[in-house]
């Protein structure tokens, strides 16, 4: 016996991954826990002393003296350009970035910049949103006043779809339903339309193939310099040393 639970985000239709549990049993569970911990705590931007402007200037005066004396040649082009064409790169393909930034110390001061970024852009992404805690005792209509914006919106949400019905028989007698009976409770609208979501921090460069080059390259300077870049961990987000609060945004 027991109800089971949902944690959800209303705004982005998403729901905490977990298997069916109870409300005791997922309270004091460390990895369902984390995983909330990860979708509500907006990650703090790791910050690198080469990465800075004016260290960034250094590497870049040295890069033009060392890889390239060509006028015109690509090393030569402003940081600004530089950055132009990596933001291409990142929106395309990130194993660019790796591989161009790892060509030189003031290439992958720039590059690193966007891995980073490829981390975070999976935590902290239920911050600022509308959650809600759902059971299955819930009844259709049973919900916190103020929750939808409009009836519109509740109605667009709640409204029973052919697709809620598990068999050929349950969708025709869907079909013969008065309107008003046309509906399914928060609960079921979660568990049967919500995309899961596991928040952790991954990136893109989840290719074999990659691996596979750095690997070979892993006598070369170039692997030491960005393989802990592209292994870092949740705790390169969320330092020890800081003060974490959970806020309720709408309470006073």
């Known amino acids: 016996m027991g109800q089971y639970w949902e944690i959800a985000a209303l705004d982005s239709k998403k729901v905490l991954g977990k298997e069916c549990v109870k409300l005791g049993e997922f309270l004091f569970d460390p990895v369902v826990s984390e995983d909330l911990e990860r979708a ?3 990650p703090v931007v790791p910050t690198y002393r080469d990465s800075r402007h004016e260290n960034v200037k250094s590497h870049h005066s040295a890069a033009v003296g060392t890889m390239d004396r060509k006028p015109g040649s690509f090393c030569r082009f402003p940081t600004e350009i530089h950055r132009l064409i990596f933001e291409h790169c990142y929106d395309d ?15 992958w001061s720039i590059a690193r910049e966007y891995v980073v970024r490829d981390f975070m852009q999976s935590l902290g992404v239920w911050a600022g949103q509308q959650l809600i805690t759902v059971g299955d005792y819930v009844d259709v209509d049973d919900h916190p006043p103020g929750l939808f914006a409009t009836e519109e919106d509740k109605e667009t949400l709640l409204e029973r779809r052919p697709e809620d019905e598990e068999s050929e028989d349950e969708e025709s007698e869907f ?10 409770t ?16 991954k990136t893109r460069l989840r290719d074999r193939k990659l691996y596979s080059i750095l690997y070979a ?9 960005v393989k802990n870049a592209i292994k870092m961990q949740r705790d390169d987000f969320y330092p020890r040393d800081e003060v974490w609060i959970l806020r309720n945004l709408t309470t006073q």
């Open 175 to 184: 079909n013969q339903l008065p309107v008003v009976q046309r509906a399914v």
């Open 217 to 225: 390259l892993r006598q070369d300077p170039c692997y030491r310099t």
């Open 93 to 107: 393909d990130l194993k660019s970035v790796i591989f161009l930034g790892a060509t030189s110390q003031y290439f």
């Open 186 to 201: 928060l609960y079921l609208r979660i568990r049967r339309s919500f995309e899961t979501e596991r928040p952790e921090a």
């Open 40 to 42: 509500l705590a907006v």
